[in-house]
Structures are given as C-alpha cells and as structure tokens.
C-alpha cells in the first residue's frame, strides 16, 4: 500500500476500483428484471412490483449489522466473502421454479450488496488521505454507476438467447469475478489490516490512514458520534431521499403525460449520461473548495426539479428537467460516501460506517412511502412539490454544519511533499 505522502488514485485504482465495477455489472444485470423474472413464475402485477423491494429492504435490514461483521472479518474476507454469497444468490435465481427461491435468493442478494458496499468504503476509507479523498470516493462512486450502465447491455444478448432468468448468470460471472479480483489484488494490505487489529486501540491513527480498529460495539459508536449524526447525518438521510425520489416521480409524472416507457427509458438514459460525465469533477470540486460546494447544490438542483416537474406536458420538457436533475446527481457522486469518511473514527470505523449508510438508505426507503402517501392526499403533481420542498430544507442545513465539519480546515493549505494530486 503506497504511503500517504506519495498516494495517487492510479496507485491503487485496481484493488480499489476493480471488484466494484466489475460487480455493478452484476447488479445492473438483474435489476430491470427482478419484476420481470418474477411475473415469469406466476406473479401478478401487484407481487411482482413488491419483488422489487425485496433486494432494497433486505440491504436496509443488514446495513447495521454489516458494519460489525466487516469490523470483525476485514475489508478483505468481507468484499470476498460478499461478492462469493452474491454469486451463489444470483446462481440460485437462475434455477428458481417458484416465488419463494426467487425471493430468498433476491433477499441475499440485497444482503451481500450491503456488505460488499460497507466493506469496499471502509477500505477505501483507510487509505484515502484528505487531500483527494472526494476524488477518490467520487471516483468509486463513478465506477458504480458505469458498471450499473453496463449491466444491461450485457445482459440483453443473455436473455435473447437464454430467457429473462438466465440474466442473472451475469451477475454470477461478475459475483465471482469481483471475489477473485478484491482476494488478490487487497492480499497485501489485508496484513496491514490484520496487524492493525490486533494493536491496542490508543497506538490507532485519525480518519484516512491506516491504523488500530479497536473491538467498540456498534451502540458505543452511535453515542459517541450523536452530534454528527444528528445533525450531517439528517443530510444525508435528505440526500438519499432526493436520489431515491428521482426514480419514483420522473417515471410516474412521464407517464401522465403520455411519454411512452420507451421515451421513458430514453429519458433516464441522458440523465444517467450526464451523471457519468461528472463523477470526477465532483470530487475535485470538493477537495479544492470544500464539501458544501457539492452538497448544498446537489440538493438545490434535485429539489428544484422536482417542484418544476409538474409543469411539465411533454417528452422534450420531462427529459429536460431530468436531465437537469441528472447533472444535479452527477455532482453529489461521492458525497455520502465522502462526508462519511470524513467523519468515521480509527476505531469503530466499519461500525460508523454502517450507521451512516443507514441513514441513507432510510431516506432512500422513505421517498417511496412519502411519494406514495402524498399523492393519495392530494395527487402525483403535489407529492412531486411536497418531495421537491423537503430536499430543498437540506440545503440550509447542510450549508450551516458542513464547513465546520471539513477535514481541510485541520490540514495546511499546501500540499504534502512528493503527495501526488493526479488521479
């Protein structure tokens, strides 16, 4: 592991990059056919629909207690053991005859995808000094979402030939891949983790280097970190509600106004184009300026699309504020895992971790329901501009408590001698 005056993202863009955009390509196989596959097997529309929860609620359900299994095991037998249970969970989707195995077998899925998410930012956490540690996390970020942009396409061939279940082949291929990826290319470093173990938890160093991980609980962690918690982490509860609220209301307002599924599908695709494009400078912009620059208008551009939306009558206006609220995506990739790394403690650090992708993803899980209740009350067009006024509330807040909260300050202007900035 290089060390933290002469890191550099090519340094590691291998063991740290490499396991996950190979498994995203996995996971952007099987996502747009878990409703499919299972209306394959004799559900109905309505059951189907909940099958695409599934894998969403069983990662919520796991994402704390995956912050102490990864404190225990390591980044390394984490990433590898997540990605080899991810394959044998896809594998048994292959084979389902009935609801049930396809059930059990998308709940694990949504179980290793917590673990493997939590253990490739805990890992990356370590390394990443503070000076391109936004690039870092965005980077990471960047290749997921391209690996998610894959998926299909590899699997759209699979399925011609084979049938819709045979999609999940794929995700075997890239489960197993990514174990035999992260197995060898983090050996080296899974010894400096190891010895990092077993050192007493005083001799450990701050966020972003490699030190001792003390054997704290989870519950300790929580009361020792509720300042932060309570007041970044309602942002980034925020945040995951806005990425989440994107998907549930531009696909449902398009439908109202007559796009097609087709236009629909076209619509996501130039956003998703404009996310991609950005994930680096996300992260430059946020080493060299500070967080907020990142955060505050990530959830300004989202919230504003989402109360323009509904003034919107057709495919060319629908795709236009999308695309809009894509390139508003596109600069917060990173930001939840950044603000997290920032924040995460020597010791505990896979446990704050957890609790922080927690809140994510309770605001991810929230959108939905907030949407779904809003629109029962007073219609689709006002649920988009309820969601729209919550996200913009973040802004303030986030505006208020991440300058005090920016690891810069701690650190001299200058850069670190033979500290390399390039990615």
């Known amino acids: 592991m290089p060390a933290a005056d002469d890191f550099s993202l090519r340094s590691i863009a291998l063991p740290a990059f490499g396991p996950t955009a190979v498994w995203s390509v996995g ?5 747009p056919v878990v409703a499919l596959s299972a209306r394959e ?7 189907a629909a909940a099958f695409v929860l599934i894998e969403g609620m069983s990662a919520f359900a796991s994402s704390l207690p995956a912050g102490s299994l990864v404190a225990r095991i390591g980044e390394r037998r984490a990433l590898v053991g997540a990605a080899v249970l991810d394959a044998l969970g896809a594998a048994l989707a292959v084979v389902a005859q009935n609801l049930w195995v396809l059930g059990i077998a998308v709940g694990l899925m949504g179980t290793t995808g917590s673990v493997f998410l939590l253990a490739r930012q805990s890992w990356l956490t370590a390394r990443a000094p503070v000076r391109i540690r936004a690039r870092a996390m965005s980077t990471m970020g960047g290749v997921q979402r391209i690996g998610l942009f894959v998926g299909p396409f590899v699997a759209a061939p699979v399925i011609a030939v084979w049938g819709t279940q045979a999609a999940y082949a794929v995700a075997v291929a890239a489960g197993l891949s990514a174990a035999v990826w992260a197995w060898f290319a983090l050996g080296d470093d899974d010894l400096v983790d190891d010895a990092a173990r077993s050192a007493s938890a005083g001799a450990g160093s701050g966020p972003g280097t490699v030190g ?4 704290v609980r989870l519950v300790d962690v929580v009361r020792s970190h509720r300042r932060v918690l309570s007041t970044i982490g309602v942002g980034v509860l925020l945040i995951g509600v806005a990425r989440q609220g994107r998907f549930v209301v531009v696909p449902l307002w398009a439908e109202s106004v007559g796009v097609s599924s087709s236009g629909t599908a076209v619509i996501f695709g130039m956003a998703g184009a404009a996310e991609v494009l950005l994930f ?3 992260g430059s912009v946020m080493d060299r300026f500070g967080r907020v620059w990142v955060a505050v208008p990530f959830l300004v ?5 989402m109360v323009l939306l509904p003034l919107t009558t057709g495919f060319a206006a629908v795709a236009a504020v999308s695309t809009v609220m894509g390139v508003g995506n596109g600069l917060g990739s990173g930001i939840v895992q950044t603000l997290g790394a920032d924040a995460a403690p020597a010791a505990g650090r896979a446990q704050f971790l957890s609790a922080w992708r927690f809140l994510s993803l ?12 809003a629109t029962l009350l007073a219609g689709l067009g006002a649920a988009c501009v309820v969601l729209g006024v919550v996200v913009l509330a973040g802004a303030p807040l986030l505006a208020r408590w991440l300058p005090a909260h920016d690891p810069r300050r701690s650190r001299p202007a200058r850069a670190e001698p033979n500290e390399r900035l390039e990615p």
């Open 301 to 305: 551009v989202l919230g504003l699309g």
């Open 362 to 373: 309770l605001g991810q899980n929230g959108a939905p329901l907030l949407v779904s209740a």
């Open 212 to 215: 001792a991980v003390a054997r």
């Open 41 to 47: 097997l004799g559900a109905s529309v309505a059951v």
């Open 280 to 282: 680096y400078p996300a």
């Open 27 to 31: 996971v952007g196989a099987t996502v």
